[in-house]
């Protein structure tokens, strides 16, 4: 059973920065694809960025290209998310994700990963 924890979330202000980090138990990370979701209350959970297995595919929901950054480090068996200019509306929930089955992006479907954090609550004031 993999587990996954985040870090990292916080409470920032409109224009600030935060780097998201998952740590993996699993050492077969490298072969996951991972991804960052986001559930603000009332709402349903939402992709917001994923990258391939393989680390030569990202995929961004567009409310966030150009801000979010997702990245990994397979040596630590974690999984990054740099968010910048943050706004008001990025406030949620960030889950990280996995799927252990060499899955093509996009894979936007909170239903296709096999694996989640427990979340980390990112809060943006204006």
């Known amino acids: 059973q993999v587990q996954l924890v985040e870090s990292g979330g916080g409470l920032v202000q409109a224009g600030g920065s935060l780097r998201l980090s998952c740590a993996a138990s699993?050492?077969?990370?490298?072969?996951?694809?991972m991804a960052w979701f986001r559930q603000a209350p009332g709402k349903e959970r939402d992709i917001v960025a994923a990258?391939?297995?393989?680390?030569?595919?990202?995929y961004y929901a567009d409310s966030v290209k150009g801000r979010f950054t997702i990245s990994r480090d397979n040596a630590k068996n974690t999984v990054y998310l740099q968010m910048n200019s943050l706004k008001p509306e990025d406030t949620a929930v960030y889950y990280c994700?996995?799927?252990?089955?060499?899955?093509?992006?996009?894979?936007?479907?909170?239903?296709?990963?096999?694996?989640w954090g427990q979340g980390t609550q990112v809060t943006v004031s204006s």
């Open positions: 994700a996995a799927n252990p089955n060499y899955p093509t992006l996009p894979l936007p479907l909170p239903a296709a990963y096999d694996y």
């Open positions: 699993e050492r077969t990370f490298s072969s996951y694809t």
């Open positions: 990258m391939r297995w393989s680390g030569d595919t990202t």
